[in-house]
């Protein structure tokens, strides 16, 4: 609903993904690594749940098991949406959103994506953590999902 639901806000941000020959070239420190990504969809009706397909399909091709994950960074459409997803995916609450989500800090439609992924490779070398899920459900039933590696 309108009342649970995160707010738009202005925002950038930025993440730059490279090869491990670049990052050394040009004397970066690579936070992790790129194990899986996955886009799925659902009908539109319910498109909040698109993260949970993707999800599933980027910890199957990552051969990681939800268990493993020590950092989620789950897009907050809405708090029902981020409920279903946390519930359908079996994710512990400790490990979700860990300094806030979307509904916490506001939701910058340009830049969410970035801001999520550069939040769960910053949280990871933060926690120690090992893997990390980062999602966002689209409009019209869709869902991405990316998982990454602590370097």
């Known amino acids: 609903t309108a009342g649970t639901s995160s707010p738009l806000t202005d925002g950038a941000s930025a993440v ?3 090869t491990e ?4 070239k040009h004397g970066l420190t ?3 690594r790129l194990r899986g990504v996955a ?3 659902c009908a539109p009706e319910i498109m909040g749940i698109g993260p949970v397909a993707a999800t599933r399909k980027a910890l199957a091709r990552s051969n990681i098991q939800v268990g493993d994950l020590d950092v989620v960074e789950l897009n907050e459409a809405f708090a029902s949406q981020a409920l279903a997803c946390i519930s359908d995916l079996g994710l512990r609450e400790d490990t979700i959103n860990i300094d806030g989500g979307a509904i916490a800090i506001g939701h910058p439609l340009g830049a969410t994506g970035a801001r999520i992924v550069g939040k769960a ?3 990871l070398q933060r926690e120690g953590g090992r893997y990390a899920l980062a999602t966002q459900c ?3 039933g869709q869902g991405i999902a990316t998982i990454l590696e602590r370097i």
């Open 121 to 123: 490779a910053s949280l």
């Open 21 to 24: 020959a670049y990052a050394e």
């Open 16 to 18: 730059l993904v490279c």
């Open 138 to 140: 689209i409009g019209g």
């Open 30 to 32: 690579p936070l992790a």
């Open 39 to 41: 886009v799925a969809g």
